[in-house]
């Protein structure tokens, strides 16, 4: 048996010809960037999250930056992430030109830890700590961060907040959508999230009103809306294209009963691994988790690699997000960080693995999968 980590051709084919149509539609208007469908996205995303703001960009790494351009963080600033995330995170604070400051997660739920930037503050030294500006908490995998201790920080030390919400897109905390607690919240429509486009896609939602006007007219060349060739901003060419917001309309209707059958997939494996031996996902107080990935931990990293290679040779498709920690990319050497830095963001590289857990995914192939790890533990 083949299951890949994902199976993009099962979740279009029962939607095909409604995506179809709105391609043609996009196709007839000739409209293709900054058109109708773009406006109607932002309308359903507002509508979906209850964020007052939605401004579609090119893809969710754009969606940081230009978050952080809009708060007016700067050269010479620095943002606080976790080093336990995908590198577009911290690459997207150095293209808006700011510092990533890393910082440890929580070993439960993978998630920032506050501890550990309660510390970072505590630790710096006054001249430095002018400097730091902003956090940007990574709802990582497809839960939320504990927010209410992320804003007591931000709050505290006067620190803008802009929620990565790449994985965790229709995820709640305490009631609130994953996004909208924050100054800003950075969405991705890669085409392997939840809610996926045809090709690269983002989009930024705020509460804030001077926000959102100046992120509509950064992600446009720095136009400004109201008087064309007239530029009032310094801006970027970080539209989204039109044929991917038809797309995402269609598929956002769909998408709560996908993260639905995500979660019910996770019970079931949860249910099934029990006494394994692994350690099955830890949710966050308050938060609902929609399972972008399944993340299963082993004892150490010999018993995880053991499990990765037989589940690779029986046809499974299992992977590791994420091998290297972003305090030991070679990319970020500059900064100055060393192994043993983030102990626990180090672990997490060492221990953790994905297993399929997409919503079409059968009782089958799911008892496949539990039969084929119980095998090499």
Known sequence: ??????????????????????????????????????????????????????????????AISLALEALEIDKGDKVICPAFTYF???????????????VDIDPKTYCIS????KVF??????????????????????????????????????????????????????????GTIGDCGSISFFPAKNLGAFGDAGMIITNKEDAAKKLKSLRNQGSDPKVKYRHILNGHNNRLDTIQAAVLRIKLKHLDKWNKKRADNAAYYNESLKGTGLLIPQLQDGSTHIYHQYILRAKNNADRERILAHLNKKGIDSRVYYPIP???????????????????????ALETFAIPVYPELTKEQMDYIIAAIKERL
């Open 121 to 178: 503050l505590q630790r710096t030294m006054n001249n430095e700590l002018r400097t730091v500006k902003a956090i940007i908490p990574v709802h990582l995998y497809g839960q939320t961060v504990d927010m209410d201790k992320i804003m007591d920080i931000a709050k505290e030390r006067n620190l803008k907040v802009v929620e990565d919400t790449a994985q965790a897109f229709g995820s709640t905390y305490k009631d609130k959508k994953a």
């Open 1 to 62: 048996m083949k299951i890949p980590l994902l199976d993009m051709k099962a979740q279009i084919d029962p939607i095909r010809k409604e995506i179809e149509e709105a391609i043609s539609r996009v196709i007839d208007s000739g409209a293709f960037v900054l058109g109708k469908e773009i406006e109607e996205f932002e309308r359903d995303i507002c509508s979906y999250t209850g964020a007052k703001y939605a401004i579609g960009v090119s893809n969710g790494t754009d």
């Open 88 to 102: 577009a995170t911290a690459g997207a604070i150095i293209h808006a030109g700011a510092e990533p400051v890393f």
């Open 326 to 348: 972003l305090h030991l990319q070679p990319s970020f050497e500059y900064l100055g960080y060393k192994k043993g830095d983030f102990p626990e963001s180090e672990k997490a």
């Open 114 to 117: 506050s501890e550990s930037i």
